[in-house]
């Protein structure tokens, strides 16, 4: 079940919020279980692109409507 967002969409987008969520939760993996894992994905969230950051919730299957403006 995928969705198709545009750039419009994406326009109204809380992205630092989004951004600080995901290193939280890399992070919280990293302390836990997965190691050196999390902590390259902490990283990778930490300096993506607007872009990435919706790639990379949706490849987390993060629910992009609740960081809408």
Same mark, same amino acid.
């Given at each position: =079940?995928? /969705?198709?967002? *545009?750039? +419009?969409?994406?326009? *109204? =987008?809380?992205?630092? #919020?989004? #951004? ?8 919280? #993996? =990293? !302390? +836990? /279980?997965?190691?050196? &894992?999390? /902590?390259? *994905? =902490?990283?990778? !969230?930490? $300096?993506? +692109? *607007? $872009?990435? &950051? @919706?790639?990379?919730? %949706?490849?987390?299957? @993060? $629910?992009? %409507?609740?960081? #809408? %403006?």
């Amino acid at each position: =079940m995928g /969705f198709i967002f *545009n750039s +419009s969409t994406h326009e *109204n =987008m809380d992205y630092e #919020r989004l #951004r600080e969520e995901l290193i939280s939760e890399y992070g919280e #993996r =990293m !302390a +836990s /279980f997965s190691g050196g &894992l999390g /902590f390259c *994905n =902490m990283c990778d !969230a930490e $300096d993506a +692109s *607007n $872009d990435e &950051l @919706i790639s990379i919730a %949706k490849r987390e299957g @993060i $629910d992009l %409507k609740k960081y #809408r %403006k």
